[in-house]
């Protein structure tokens, strides 16, 4: 527990100090997704933010002038991090920018889903935007990556959700 308390100050003080260069932007923060995983960005969607925090990856894109965004997250095999202490860690970091807020939403149902050739169970939830009043559905899909497990976290506008879609994004990881 300790270690995960360490995890995620430190990710979060990295994500804090993005302004001072030691995070990627850009071409260089798509790069580290690779590290993650291999897949087709969605239409529309740009990469964010990237970093590498001592084998831990996270990555960030976002669709401009949407609230539209999806995050990576892999923590090293050795961490031993389960899906949840995953999740909390992207929340964690990601609450300290405010640019990358999560919508914590409630768990309306759970999934079976394959990605990477692994069948995994996804979770899909509505809550609401910043704002407190746009509904957004939140899909999180834990994973093994390249190098550890994973997880990614797609969350959009309610208006904005297209399945086909969604469907189409997580097949492409490879």
């Not at 910043?130 to 559905?137: F, I, K, L, M, Y």
């Not at 899909?139 to 797609?154: D, E, I, K």
Request: proline share 3%.
């Amino acid at each position: 527990m300790k270690r995960l308390i360490l995890f995620v100050l430190l990710l979060s003080t990295v994500l804090s100090t993005a302004a001072c260069g030691l995070v990627a932007t850009g071409e260089s923060a798509a790069e580290k997704a690779t590290q993650i995983a291999e897949f087709d960005v969605p239409a529309g969607y740009a990469a964010d933010f990237g970093m590498d925090l001592g084998g831990t990856v996270m990555v960030g894109y976002s669709k401009p002038d949407t609230a539209s965004h999806f995050f990576l997250i892999q923590a090293p095999e050795s961490s031993g991090m389960d899906r949840a202490q995953l999740e909390q860690a992207l929340r964690d970091a990601l609450a300290s920018n405010a640019d990358n807020e999560t919508v914590q939403a409630a768990e309306v149902e759970e999934i079976p889903m394959t990605i990477r050739g692994e069948e995994v169970t996804a979770t899909v939830g509505s809550g609401t935007g910043s704002d407190g009043a746009a509904a957004v559905r939140v899909l999180t899909v834990p994973f093994t990556g390249n190098g550890g497990p994973a997880l990614l976290m797609f969350q959009t506008a309610e208006a904005d959700w297209n399945q086909a879609e969604v469907d189409a994004f997580i097949a492409s990881f490879r």
